[in-house]
């Protein structure tokens, strides 16, 4: 089913990519003409630590790129990738963090969702927690998915296993992330005072019935998924103040995801949210083309390799695609599965490589897929 879409072995633009397993995350590069090329590995020295999220923030000062990882433990290792070193470890949860998000224009600044039932606000830059959003108003059970909006640093969604999610509004934050940025641990004489966020602008328990492992904004509204097999893009219903108070949504479009019934399994979009896309537990996955608000998907991938002019399909089995991540332009897919291995698709309208190109199997000895033994290990 409109398998042309995306092939193994075009040439695309180069993107970083990280992964993880247990204790373990690798950074790779996605070449052209198909191959990935490990850049570097970092194994955590806690034996206990198995990584659940990962993602890339920057130096505000020399722009080095940040590696921010975090799981089981509920600490936040924070790795320097030009220094090939942890630079910080940040610790404040009380239990796992199942996700980060990093601000879209300070990316000092990042939020982790713990099984705590929290949400943090830390500041990278000098290394101390922002504000804790946790109370009355907050989730009541483990929170699993959080997500800044791509264009408002002051908006942030969350959802979790209490079926809810919610928006919160950072505006009234802002001198105290300010307050944030001018702490210097050296000279001061007390530790940076962390205050508390208890009430979100917007919370519902409307749109699914049970947990919601995954949300993302699309645009100012919201894409939403829980363990039933369906996608939601929705907004909060803004016709009267009641509707708010209520969490009255007003839903724009369902996505059928069939055979993903289990959590934890995670959907993503391009840098212009055109194209999302979405595993499930048999190694498949789907992708939307976001602009023609239609149910079905535009193509479902399997897990396919080259061999000569011709594709051999790999057994999908059971094996759960639980991440996915698309490149800025859309251009390639990744999926990373259970069974420790990542598969890319490039998509077949960039131009074929030529004979004289070196296939990813030449050049690394690999195909298109990589598994997660890492080299360049940092100390």
């Given at each position: 089913?409109?398998?042309?879409?995306?092939?193994?072995?075009?040439?695309?633009?180069?993107?970083?990519?990280?992964?993880?397993?247990?204790?373990?995350?690798?950074?790779?590069?996605?070449?052209?003409?198909?191959?990935?090329?490990?850049?570097?590995?970092?194994?955590?020295?806690?034996?206990?630590?198995?990584?659940?999220?990962?993602?890339?923030?920057?130096?505000?000062?020399?722009?080095?790129?940040?590696?921010?990882?975090?799981?089981?433990?509920?600490?936040?290792?924070?790795?320097?990738?030009?220094?090939?070193?942890?630079?910080?470890?940040?610790?404040?949860?009380?239990?796992?963090?199942?996700?980060?998000?990093?601000?879209?224009?300070?990316?000092?600044?990042?939020?982790?969702?713990?099984?705590?039932?929290?949400?943090?606000?830390?500041?990278?830059?000098?290394?101390?927690?922002?504000?804790?959003?946790?109370?009355?108003?907050?989730?009541?059970?483990e929170v699993l998915s959080v997500?800044?909006?791509?264009?408002?640093?002051?908006?942030?969604?969350?959802?979790?296993?209490?079926?809810?999610i919610k928006m919160w509004n950072?505006?009234?934050?802002?001198?105290?992330?300010?307050?944030?940025?001018?702490?210097?641990?050296?000279?001061?004489?007390?530790?940076?005072?962390?205050?508390?966020?208890?009430?979100?602008?917007?919370?519902?328990?409307?749109?699914?019935?049970?947990?919601?492992?995954?949300?993302?904004?699309?645009?100012?509204?919201?894409?939403?998924?829980?363990?039933?097999?369906?996608?939601?893009?929705?907004?909060?219903?803004?016709?009267?103040?009641?509707?708010?108070?209520?969490?009255?949504?007003?839903?724009?479009?369902?996505?059928?995801?069939?055979?993903?019934?289990?959590?934890?399994?995670?959907?993503?979009?391009?840098?212009?949210?055109?194209?999302?896309?979405?595993?499930?537990?048999?190694?498949?996955?789907?992708?939307?083309?976001?602009?023609?608000?239609?149910?079905?998907?535009?193509?479902?991938?399997?897990?396919?390799?080259?061999?000569?002019?011709?594709?051999?399909?790999?057994?999908?089995?059971?094996?759960?695609?639980?991440?996915?991540?698309?490149?800025?332009?859309?251009?390639?897919?990744?999926?990373?599965?259970?069974?420790?291995?990542?598969?890319?698709?490039?998509?077949?309208?960039?131009?074929?490589?030529?004979?004289?190109?070196?296939?990813?199997?030449?050049?690394?000895?690999?195909?298109?897929?990589?598994?997660?033994?890492?080299?360049?290990?940092?100390?």
């Amino acid at each position: 089913m409109q398998q042309k879409l995306f092939a193994d072995s075009c040439c695309c633009a180069a993107f970083p990519c990280n992964t993880f397993n247990l204790l373990q995350s690798t950074v790779y590069e996605c070449k052209p003409n198909g191959i990935i090329k490990v850049l570097q590995a970092y194994c955590d020295p806690n034996p206990e630590e198995e990584f659940f999220v990962c993602k890339w923030s920057t130096n505000s000062t020399t722009g080095a790129p940040m590696l921010l990882l975090a799981g089981f433990t509920g600490s936040i290792r924070v790795v320097d990738c030009n220094l090939r070193k942890v630079v910080w470890t940040a610790q404040g949860h009380g239990d796992a963090i199942n996700d980060i998000t990093v601000h879209p224009t300070r990316p000092s600044l990042f939020v982790t969702a713990s099984r705590d039932h929290s949400l943090r606000l830390w500041n990278l830059e000098t290394q101390v927690c922002v504000c804790t959003m946790v109370g009355d108003g907050a989730h009541t059970n483990e929170v699993l998915s959080v997500d800044f909006h791509a264009s408002d640093g002051n908006k942030l969604l969350s959802a979790g296993m209490d079926h809810t999610i919610k928006m919160w509004n950072l505006q009234g934050l802002s001198s105290q992330i300010e307050a944030s940025f001018q702490y210097d641990a050296q000279t001061a004489k007390r530790a940076f005072h962390t205050t508390t966020l208890s009430c979100p602008d917007f919370s519902t328990h409307k749109v699914h019935w049970a947990y919601v492992d995954c949300v993302r904004w699309f645009g100012d509204i919201v894409l939403s998924k829980s363990v039933h097999n369906k996608i939601f893009l929705w907004e909060p219903d803004g016709s009267s103040a009641e509707a708010k108070r209520k969490g009255y949504v007003k839903c724009h479009q369902e996505y059928s995801l069939e055979k993903a019934k289990v959590w934890f399994i995670r959907m993503s979009l391009d840098l212009k949210c055109s194209l999302m896309a979405c595993g499930d537990v048999t190694g498949q996955v789907y992708l939307w083309d976001m602009h023609t608000l239609t149910d079905e998907p535009q193509a479902v991938l399997d897990r396919e390799l080259p061999i000569g002019k011709g594709l051999a399909k790999v057994s999908n089995g059971n094996v759960t695609v639980r991440q996915t991540a698309v490149s800025y332009d859309a251009s390639i897919i990744l999926a990373c599965c259970e069974d420790g291995t990542i598969w890319r698709w490039d998509s077949a309208a960039t131009p074929e490589p030529s004979d004289e190109e070196p296939s990813a199997r030449e050049e690394d000895g690999e195909s298109s897929h990589a598994s997660m033994q890492g080299s360049d290990e940092m100390e």
